[in-house]
């Protein structure tokens, strides 16, 4: 869906969101960049961004199609170490420790940092196995196999529609019910932190609804950073919200995607104080 289109089709029921008190700054940073900058091959995508993302509090990164969003989500987990052509430089710190430092194992961080994508993409298994698979493979210590899925589910608050059929396979469920359930995996191995690209973009205004609402809870418990280009969305959900955009250089004419604010989310869309981040947010451009 286009940033116009989701705009036209306004904004989604929710009920009224207790009013956090968001500190001037996170209190406890989980992640913080500095001139973080990241090239594909050549092609310098993300310029400098220098920001902290908060212990137990969302973030949102927003901003126009390929201003290096998601370039920047996958960043935190290493995932950008998978495509060949990648290139991270600056600074990463995750709990004070260097992400990229030569110490660290990054399958260590995606088992920290889990991710959940656009389109659900749940194992061709069974729910249950869905679920068993994390902990499975990372050799997780579990008493009770059948105890972790139920309390993970209960967790994701998917466990009273699927309790009864564990055993069936995850693509008989709705979409939106998929999705939930790649949450739940997530969270499965007991991570730190979740990333979430886009998460509720195939799904329809309920099934949104109920993921956002499942995006409060699990902050009590985790650290989450989305990447939405529904702005509803981020001023409903998030704490704080990272505006990005491209920025061209008008001498070469060169597009690059940068970090233009990054603020309490409240200030970010009552009072930026960017014109280029009042403009987006206003709807006149992006
Ligand atoms: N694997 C890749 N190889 C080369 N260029 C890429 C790759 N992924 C993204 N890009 C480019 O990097 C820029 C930022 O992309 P992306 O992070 O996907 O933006 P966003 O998520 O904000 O839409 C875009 O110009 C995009 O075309
Ligand atoms: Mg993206």
């Not at 008989?172 to 019910?177: E, I, N, T």
């Not at 998030?238 to 491209?246: C, I, L, N, W």
Request: proline share 6%; charged share 25%; aromatic share 6%.
């Amino acid at each position: 869906m286009t940033d116009q289109a989701t705009r036209a089709a306004g904004p989604v029921p929710s009920p009224q969101r207790a009013v956090r008190d968001v500190p001037d700054v996170p209190k406890e940073p989980v992640f913080t960049t500095q001139d973080l900058n990241i090239h594909y091959g050549d092609f310098h995508a993300v310029t400098d961004v220098s920001m902290e993302f908060g212990k137990n509090e969302i973030t949102a990164l927003i901003g126009p199609s390929g201003c290096g969003k998601s370039t920047v989500l996958r960043c935190l987990n290493r995932m950008n170490d998978l495509i060949p052509t990648a290139r991270v430089s600056g600074e990463v710190r995750y709990h004070g420790i260097e992400l990229y430092g030569p110490k660290i194992d990054p399958i260590e961080v995606r088992r920290r940092i889990g991710m959940v994508f656009q389109k659900a993409n749940p194992f061709p298994k069974s729910i249950y196995d869905n679920i068993a698979y994390g902990p499975r493979v990372t050799g997780m210590k579990v008493d009770s196999m059948d105890d972790l899925v139920e309390q993970t589910l209960r967790r994701a608050a998917l466990w009273d529609e699927v309790k009864d059929k564990l055993k069936q396979n995850a693509y008989g469920l709705s979409g939106g019910q998929q999705q939930r359930l790649c949450i739940a995996r997530a969270i499965a191995t007991n991570p730190d932190v979740v990333l979430m690209d886009e998460p509720c973009s195939a799904l329809d205004p309920i099934a949104t609804l109920r993921i956002e609402e499942l995006m409060a809870e699990l902050r009590e418990s985790y650290t989450i950073i989305i990447v939405t280009h529904n702005m509803q969305q981020a001023a409903r959900v998030s704490d704080r919200t990272a505006f990005f955009t491209v920025k061209v250089n008008e001498t070469t004419g060169d597009r690059t995607g940068g970090l233009v604010e990054f603020d309490r989310t409240t200030t970010i869309f009552e009072n930026p104080s960017d014109q280029r981040t009042e403009g987006y947010i206003s709807g006149r451009f992006g």
